[in-house]
């Protein structure tokens, strides 16, 4: 695959990844609706999904995980290195959007560093 077609590919799925999460911060975290139906009950697994991605955002793990992926691709050669650095970004780009901004744009930043890197 050429350099071009993969930097396309990149953007594609990063354009679509940034859609999903914000289709869960406003359709899952932010809607009215579910904070009523998990106020009086958290039988639901919406009300569990929300509950667990409410304490991973306010312990701060996707930030945390996207700066240390990034770090260690920054690092780590060939494509072992661009694979991480492709997670510590999509992990950058969850914690920018769910509330963990101060840690992410680190990560997004080293880790598009070491995407565009020359191999």
Known sequence: MSRRLSLVVLFVVLALWL???YGVRYGLMEDVQWVGLCSEGAEKWQCQVRSNLGLLIHFGVFGWG?????V???FVPHRAGRA???LGLLLGMLALVLYSATLAVFAVVIAGL???RAA
């Not at 996207?66 to 990034?70: D, E, G, M, Q, T």
């Open 19 to 21: 859609a999903a999460v």
């Open 72 to 74: 260690i691709a920054f």
């Open 84 to 86: 991480l650095a492709l």
């Open 66 to 70: 996207a700066l240390i992926a990034s």
């Open 114 to 116: 070491r995407l565009v």
